[in-house]
């Protein structure tokens, strides 16, 4: 198969379940041989409104809860998202 797979796939980050599912799916094309190397894979948040990010700059295993989101972005107003343990 000819598929010349992106460098780099930017995804807005709600509940972090889209993010787990994209990457999921490269994995899966990577082990069938679709695709040579798993991507990197960028999550995106409002900075008021992304309590993963630095937990994962501090390489924690909890995130903080950020308590009133903001952003105007309802898709990602989300202060604690479903997935972050499988984010982390």
């Known amino acids: 198969m000819n598929f010349k797979s992106p460098d780099v796939v930017i995804v807005p980050v709600g509940n972090a379940r889209n993010i787990i599912a ?3 799916g490269f994995d ?3 082990r069938i041989g679709v695709i040579d190397e798993t991507l990197r894979v960028v999550g995106i948040k ?3 409104a992304a309590p993963i990010a630095p937990a994962y700059k501090l390489k924690s295993t909890e995130i903080q809860r950020v308590e009133k989101p903001e952003t105007i972005v309802t898709a990602i107003r989300i202060g604690a998202p479903a997935g972050w343990k499988e984010v982390l």
């Open 28 to 30: 899966e094309l990577r």
């Open 46 to 48: 409002a900075q008021r």
């Open 22 to 24: 994209i990457c999921k």
